[in-house]
């Protein structure tokens, strides 16, 4: 994998998370090649990754495996300036949602290898749920060996493309759901007399045990809801439930192609 280099189109939040899942495992490369608009952001990246190379567009599209890291918005616009800068040889992989295969081949004709993936936050520890899917032309034996870089993520996975965007809602969306109420139950346990570690051992040990409950005792779910009686939010389900059948299916028609 060192004979590979590795090209990023943008430089946001998910291109650092796989930057530092790469990191996490030691993973080498002849070169990383990072392109994005904002000093600061490329800065910032430096400061964590200094071996990356800060380049422009048709630099990072040049490489031998180059990640599509933008919003959704400007991606075509993007890759009809970068177009003719990507190698024929070349893995281009699409980290957004929306934006399909189709839409991506039209641009890069040249371009066999391609992929969409939708990673999770969670690679940042390499203990990401990344679906993958493959354009039709994308050549096995590469096929493979883009697996292989990816497990470095976590578990990567291939899925029928159309349903990318399903994961995008149910995978890598899913932690904002949860992340800051227990970063508030943990400042609430250290209120009511638990120390921090203890508090956020609570939560931690308490939740990786719920989840298994629910999805690997045998038990349907309002038998696993019946089991503790009490229930201090109870009153306001009705509120929260009403919040995921309205947001998350409104989002899901948003960012779908």
Known sequence: MKTKSLGFIGGGRITKVLLQAFQ?????FSKIVISDPSISVTENL???????????GSEAAA???VFISLHPPVIMDTLELLKNDFKTTSTVISLAPKINLEKIS???VQVNNLARLIPNATSYINEGYNPICFSQGFVKSDK????????????TFEVQEEKLESYAIMSAMLPTYFWFQWKELAEIGQKIGLSEKESKDSINETLKASLSMM???GLSA???????????????????????????PGLFEKIKP
């Open 106 to 108: 039209s641009k890069l």
């Open 222 to 248: 309002p038998e696993v809801i019946d089991l503790i009686p009490v229930k201090p939010i109870g009153d306001h389900e009705t509120e929260i439930v009403d919040i995921y059948r309205t947001k998350l």
């Open 144 to 155: 493979e060996s883009t697996l292989d870089l990816l497990g470095l993520l976590g578990f």
């Open 215 to 217: 999805y690997k005792a």
């Open 24 to 28: 996490n495992r030691n993973a080498e």
């Open 63 to 65: 490489q031998d495996i």
């Open 46 to 56: 430096r400061k964590l990754f200094p071996y990356i190379l800060i380049e422009n």
